[in-house]
């Protein structure tokens, strides 16, 4: 059961790794809009599985702080992130919203039980130096055209990684209430759409199947899948796993056109991704202790 969990949660790091992508060809649609069709798609599992077994409606009666906390994490990561896609290039805002598990790695240590240690600092600089790398176009000055993309991927990894921190605390929520979250997030974004925002629709057929894209994979599916995963699978395997997410969203960009490769964006992955592992050095050979103990 365990190992079938981990894997499911690995499942949504590999969702996660294509969010970059099918936001940047998803067109124009403003971010509230985006967000409000993604998640109403990214529910419909949920809907379907309470449909067929109205027993587990039961399960969405929460308190008010697990679903402030999941709606909040749904909402402000998605929104901010779609806004940071929107007004920057895609490689560098979604290395910059990659940082979360960095953040998550850091700010776990500082949790009761848990001490900071030199190598947490040091990954964190690392992390650090990949993202001034990144968005830095002459020495380390940041590009004006980019400032609003770039602040709000940083503020989308904190997001993220807040709200992975808080929810350590529900794990006996069970993960139907995703669906919840999902459709709250949903109503939410169409309100704020209708007051903010001017409608655009996708323009091709393409763009349609990457907004569908989004809202089955990386905003649906994805969150079941991790739920599901950090709940009752291994935590730290996921938790170290998730660092590849950066480097695949990447390379994924890369490969479909909508980035171009640079020694620039390699060192970056190499400092954001490095730092991370080296922040999590007690995760990886504590695992590696627990493997090299002979069966009894």
């Known amino acids: 059961m365990k190992f079938k969990a981990t894997l499911i949660g690995f499942s949504a790091i590999l969702m996660w790794s294509l969010l970059a992508l099918f936001t940047a060809a998803s067109g124009k649609m403003p971010p509230f809009q985006l967000s409000a069709i993604c998640f109403l798609i990214g529910s419909l599992p949920g809907l379907v599985v309470l449909a067929l077994r109205p027993e587990r409606m039961a399960l969405l009666k929460q308190p008010a702080k697990v679903w402030i906390t999941g709606i909040a994490g749904l909402f402000g990561y998605h929104f901010l992130y779609f806004t940071a896609l929107r007004n920057a290039p895609a490689v560098e805002a979604g290395l910059i919203a990659y940082l979360w598990p960095l953040l998550i790695v850091v700010g776990s240590a500082l949790l009761p039980g848990e001490r900071l240690r030199w190598y947490h600092l040091a990954g964190a600089l690392a992390g650090l130096a990949g993202t001034i790398l990144i968005v830095a176009r002459n020495g380390v000055a ?155």
């Open 142 to 296: 940041f590009d004006d055209a980019y400032l609003i993309g770039y602040g709000a991927a940083f503020l989308c990894a904190f997001t993220w990684s807040g709200y992975s921190l808080i929810t350590r605390r529900f794990e006996a929520v069970s993960t139907d209430v995703v669906t919840g979250f999902c459709l709250a997030t949903s109503i939410l974004s169409f309100v704020c759409h209708l007051a903010l925002e001017t409608t655009v629709w996708p323009a091709t057929t393409f763009e349609w199947l990457a907004v569908a894209g989004l809202g089955l994979l990386p905003v649906g599916a994805a969150f079941y899948a991790w739920d599901f995963g950090v709940k009752n699978g291994n935590i730290q395997l996921l938790g170290v796993a998730s660092y590849a997410a950066p480097v695949l969203s990447t390379l994924i960009l890369i490969l479909f056109g909508f980035a171009e490769p640079s020694w620039r964006i390699g060192l970056a992955c190499l400092f954001v991704t490095g730092g991370a592992v080296l922040a999590a050095k007690d995760m990886i050979f504590r695992k590696r202790a627990m493997l090299a103990q002979p069966a009894e």
